[in-house]
């Protein structure tokens, strides 16, 4: 049985691998994008913070790219412990070879709970993130971006989330 799930997953591979036509540029072909962020940080109080963000993109025309994108984040120290789930459509549409402005839309699902005072919160909010940056090749089909994104939904004193500005810096590879 496992010979011939190894023989069929190589079929479905080399049968997906050949549709690229040849002598076809690879930018009419490769319009998926795979990509996203991890971060890690460290503070007083033992805090500690885990994140991730990945995002599948569809690039509809050469300048302009549509998907969805989720973010993950554990926080925890010694007075508190949060989790915060997040997804929405994104599109960025890209321009002078190196730059990109963009537009996000995320649910959040926030729940957080403080140690001492057994308080819990279990809620959602919803940003709408508008902003931009810089793209760089890395790679031949890899690229960084960098730029900052500002929630126009935010409201200082409602907000469960810490700041309406959101620097960013991820990785985008196309298939």
Request: aromatic share 26%; hydrophobic share 45%; net charge neutral.
């Given at each position: 049985m496992k010979k011939f799930i190894i023989l069929l997953f190589l079929m479905i591979s080399g049968a997906v691998f050949s549709q690229v036509a040849i002598g076809a540029s690879?930018?009419?072909n490769n319009r998926w994008t795979f990509g996203g962020g991890i971060g890690v940080g460290f503070g007083s109080n033992s805090a500690f913070n885990l994140s991730a963000s990945p995002r599948v993109g569809y690039r509809l025309t050469n300048d302009l790219e549509a998907g969805v994108l989720g973010s993950v984040s554990w926080q925890t120290s010694d007075y508190y412990r949060s989790t915060l789930f997040g997804v929405g459509p994104f599109v960025n549409y890209y321009f002078a070879r190196s730059f990109y402005v963009g537009a996000n839309l995320q649910q959040?699902?926030?729940n957080y709970k403080d140690k001492y005072y057994d308080?819990?919160?279990n809620e959602q909010e919803t940003a709408l993130y508008l902003g931009g940056g810089y793209m760089q090749r890395i790679g031949n089909n890899s690229f960084?971006?960098?730029g900052v994104m500002y929630n126009v939904l935010y409201k200082e004193n409602s907000s469960f989330l810490s700041s309406g500005l959101i620097p960013n810096i991820?990785?985008?590879v196309g298939l």
């Open positions: 690879p930018e009419n959040y699902f926030i308080y819990k919160i960084m971006q960098i991820g990785f985008v």
